[in-house]
Nanobody
Framework: QVQLVESRGGLVQAGGSLRLSCAASGRSFSNYAMGWFRQAPGKDREFVAAINWSDGNTYYADSVKGRFTISRDNAENTMYLQMNSLKPEDTAVYYC??????????????????WGQGTQVTVSS
């Protein structure tokens, strides 16, 4: 069965950095995109970033462009989200997802066939 397991998030001060990882198993993701979504208390889930597993093309939400970087390690079946210049408004539960689509479609439509359990990221002001 497919499993997406996020690393533990954490508490960081505004302006700080944090890296999340997502370990994927259970199938080949060669024709998938993988990405990150987040959900803050009282808000809808929103797209953050996605990457095509095959060619590495990326797609970002405007709110994180220039601050967050998504990457993947095909050999380790692991995806990463490097978050820099964190802001209090980045506080949310972050979810790893995989979709049989492109990164752009994942971001524009909010697609996700598989989901991780979520990890809390808290940015203090």
């Amino acid at each position: 069965q497919v499993q997406l397991v996020e690393s533990r998030g954490g508490l960081v001060q505004a302006g700080g950095s944090l890296r999340l990882s997502c370990a994927a198993s259970g199938r080949s993701f060669s024709n998938y995109a993988m990405g990150w979504f987040r959900q803050a208390p009282g808000k809808d889930r929103e797209f953050v970033a996605a990457i095509n597993w095959s060619d590495g093309n990326t797609y970002y939400a405007d709110s994180v462009k220039g601050r967050f970087t998504i990457s993947r390690d095909n050999a380790e079946n692991t995806m990463y989200l490097q978050m820099n210049s964190l802001k209090p408004e980045d506080t949310a539960v972050y979810y790893c997802a995989a979709a049989q689509a492109t990164a752009q479609a994942m971001g524009r439509i909010g697609l996700g066939n598989y989901w991780g359990q979520g990890t809390q990221v808290t940015v203090s002001s």
